[in-house]
């Protein structure tokens, strides 16, 4: 699926197409609807510059206790813990 975004729109945003899917993107992972992987695939920035693009806008990564949790046990699995 493909949304058009009327010309008249994005003068008046007064944002570039990339600028204003980045937003999008943004709004979208703070809402908890798409992946920080999903943003990047979409907006092609790299993990440090997504991340500076959330410092910029005072949000957090989205990483909950169930995120927590596996990543530690990935580190025991691996012997690093």
Same mark, same amino acid.
């Given at each position: 699926?493909?949304?058009? !975004?009327?010309? @008249? !729109? ?7 197409? *990339? =600028?204003?899917?980045? /937003? !999008?993107?943004?709004? #979208? ?10 943003? &990047?695939?979409?907006? *092609? #920035?790299?993990?440090? /510059? +997504? ?5 910029? &806008? =005072?949000?957090?990564?989205?990483? @909950?206790?169930? @995120? +927590? ?5 990935? $580190? /025991?699995?691996? *012997?690093? $813990?």
């Amino acid at each position: 699926m493909s949304v058009l !975004i009327p010309d @008249d !729109i994005l003068r008046a945003s007064k944002m570039t197409e *990339g =600028e204003l899917k980045l /937003e !999008i993107a943004i709004m #979208l992972y703070k809402q908890g609807k798409i992946s920080s992987g999903k943003v &990047r695939a979409w907006t *092609g #920035l790299t993990v440090i /510059e +997504f991340q500076h693009q959330l410092v910029l &806008r =005072e949000l957090c990564i989205n990483y @909950d206790v169930e @995120d +927590f949790e596996s990543d530690v046990k990935t $580190l /025991e699995s691996m *012997g690093l $813990l």
